[in-house]
């Protein structure tokens, strides 16, 4: 690697800078709003766990398996960098026992050792919920139903909602087995990769996308045929509490995703203007046995996951515009040195008033300021001259339309809010 490659950012990882950050402060913004709404509060967990949170006894697919970044700290500690959220809300979860229901939602970046592509990064950070402690199908629906009303707020349309049940852990083992028998006794001609699947997890074969494999796959038996009666009231329930919402949802009985831990429901967003390989914009399910598995007492949750650069990609796509409003005022120095720190006392006002300010600093000469103020985006810039000072006035121009006019000081205020609220 040359000298130069070394100081820019590693495969797959990214950074987000103005502008395009302030669609990013949006978007958390809309989620942080949402969550508040539906009881959420905002659970922050370490960036690195001990390895076994993500890699407990029966999880063994690939995010875990094979795509994890792992690591060992001076003290010989095995530490894994989070690869998603639940594992370690779930965690945190046992550790504090907090009283249940527990509802908390995060903003985070997660790791993955992944072929970086267009949508697929290396770290990819995710808004997401977790709701434990309630096994109750108005909660399944309650998730969903903030899902689908966060990607209104962004205006993020065109979301396809696939809806799948894994069943519960009593039917669950009987199913895979009639999976598996299926897969080895119609796909044994498919070769030794597929053969290889089938043995390690029946359950991944069904949302492969390699074309020979699709028909034997397609005549398999179906979860959702095997549900036991409890499981099939619940997904029932769920998709009437749906309906009820008008939240329209597809049947997707070989939706598979990509943890062992789901149980019951699980769902996906996808949105066509990711492109197939990377359609799905957020997804989740519930994962009843978690908790247990870290040794905690048995709790049921369920939450879901949804990729801030999806989000951005797919609005770009859709050419949808989350941007921020930009500033509102420019103040301009028309008087350097000699004006003091009325610039300075300025402009922390009008900040305090709720406007987003911005002005030119170090001096520079009257134009350059005036230039920065077109640059600027702001509609107004408030000038601070040498006569209106003494007249305890600004100039205020209106970038638009060029148009000035000489504010007092005392009514800066309400003149720049009321045109605030006109535009
Ligand atoms: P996941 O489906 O692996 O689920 O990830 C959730 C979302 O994160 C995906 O739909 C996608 O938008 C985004 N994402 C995942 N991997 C990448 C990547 N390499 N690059 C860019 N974006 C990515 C989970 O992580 C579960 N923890 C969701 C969940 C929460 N289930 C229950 N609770």
Known sequence: MSRDDLFRAPKGVHDVLPPESGRWARIVAT?????RRYGYGLAITPMFEHLEV????????????????????????????????????????????????????????NFRYERAQKGRYRQHWQ?????????????????????????????????????NSMGDAATRPGYVAALRTHFETHG?????????????NPLRVLDSKVEPWQDVI???????????????????????GLRALGIDFELAPRLVRGFDYYTATTFEFQSDALGAAQSAVGGGGRYDGLAEEMGGPPTPGI?????????????????????????????????????????????????????AVDRAYGGRSVKAQWRSADRSGARVAVM??????????????DL??????????????????????QA
């Open 303 to 355: 939450g879901f996951g949804t990729g801030i650069e999806r989000i951005v990609l797919a609005l770009d796509a859709l050419a949808a515009d989350v941007t921020p409003p930009g500033i509102d005022v420019f103040v301009v120095d028309g008087v350097g040195p000699a004006g003091g720190t009325t610039v300075g006392t300025l402009t922390e006002a009008l900040r305090a008033e709720g406007l």
């Open 218 to 240: 397609e005549s398999a038996p179906q979860l959702t045929d095997h549900l036991s009666d409890a499981a099939a009231t619940q997904f029932e329930a769920v998709q009437a």
């Open 31 to 35: 989620f942080a709003e949402r969550a």
């Open 400 to 421: 638009g339309s060029g148009e000035q006019v000489e504010v007092s000081r005392t009514g800066l205020v309400a003149w720049l809010l009321e045109r605030k609220e």
């Open 188 to 200: 044994a001609a498919l070769g030794e990769e597929f053969l290889e699947r089938v043995a390690a």
């Open 384 to 397: 601070v001259g040498r006569d209106e000072l003494t007249r305890d006035a600004v100039a205020v121009k």
């Open 127 to 163: 808004l997401g919920i977790e709701a434990l402690g309630v096994d109750d199908p108005d909660v399944d629906v309650e998730v969903i139903a903030l899902l689908a009303g966060f990607y209104r707020d962004v205006g993020l349309t065109g979301t396809r909602l696939l809806l």
């Open 54 to 109: 993500f890699q407990r006894v029966g999880e063994h697919t690939d995010v875990v398996s094979k795509e994890m970044y792992e690591l060992t700290d001076k003290g010989g500690r095995r530490l894994g960098l989070r690869p998603e959220g639940t594992a370690s809300v779930v965690r945190a979860y046992v550790q504090h026992r907090p009283t249940p229901p527990w509802k908390v939602w995060y903003v985070a970046p």
